[in-house]
């Protein structure tokens, strides 16, 4: 069935690079998305990248598909202690969205 | 500006109560969607609609009810056979099935 998996932290220094990993099932997916979870709020749509795209970068936000290994990253530079949060990745499922189970972030100085 | 507003922002229950859960979006899209989060945990998908007068089950529907009678609106009932009620719930909507949604704030539900 349909699954999506995620590491469950991350812990980094601010300044250094943050690189979230998730892994999906359905190789049918048209787009794939993360989202970022502040606490107590919803989730925001950070990026996305289509399925015939290898990368794509949106200022300090690169993320990487790998399609033949089912394998989704997103990487941050110069992370900062206001990307504390969980963030989420998603496949598309036909009518609706499958999320991962989130990676939390904590940057430390 | 458009977005999706849920209300209110926390809500308490009394055992054996049923309750609804407000979400209203202003952005013209035709999917909504009603998640379940509970602490540590991913996003559950309760029940979603995608055309008004429509909706589907999603994994966790049990204890569950809603109503799509408008576009802008997909209220959610937790009703008293919902045994574990006490969650984040959060609201999303989007153009149509599969595109990218957006969320409303939560509402937090909790059991006196």
């Known amino acids: 069935g349909e699954d999506v998996e995620q590491s469950l932290f991350l812990s980094v220094r601010e300044g250094d690079s943050s690189v979230i990993n998730c892994t999906y099932t359905?190789?049918?997916?048209?787009?794939l998305y993360w989202y970022k979870q502040e606490p107590g709020a919803g989730l925001q749509l950070l990026t996305y990248?289509?399925?015939?795209?290898d990368m794509k970068q949106d200022q300090r936000l690169t993320v990487l598909l790998n399609k033949k290994d089912k394998h989704l990253s997103l990487r941050i530079a110069d992370t900062q202690t206001g990307d504390s949060a969980i963030y989420f990745c998603?496949?598309?499922?036909?009518?609706?969205?499958?999320f991962g189970t989130g990676t939390r972030l904590q940057v430390f100085p | 500006d458009g977005g999706i507003t849920q209300s209110p922002k926390y809500l308490f229950r009394k055992e054996g109560q049923n309750v609804t859960l407000s979400c209203e979006q202003n952005?013209?899209?035709?999917?909504m969607y009603w998640y379940r989060q509970d602490p540590g945990q991913g996003l559950r998908l309760i029940y979603y609609?995608?055309?008004?007068?429509?909706?589907q089950k999603g994994d966790i529907a049990e204890g569950y009810s809603v109503s799509r009678e408008k576009k802008e609106s997909f209220p959610l009932t937790v009703t008293s056979a919902q045994k574990n009620p006490t969650a984040f719930y959060l609201c999303?909507?989007?153009?149509?099935?599969?595109?990218?949604?957006?969320f409303g704030d939560g509402t937090r539900l909790s059991i006196l």
């Open positions: 999303a909507s989007s153009i149509e099935g599969g595109q990218p949604q957006h």
């Open positions: 359905d190789s049918s997916s048209t787009y």
């Open positions: 990248i289509f399925s015939n795209m």
């Open positions: 998603a496949e598309t499922a036909v009518d609706k969205l499958i």
């Open positions: 952005l013209n899209h035709d999917a």
């Open positions: 609609s995608q055309i008004v007068n429509d909706f």
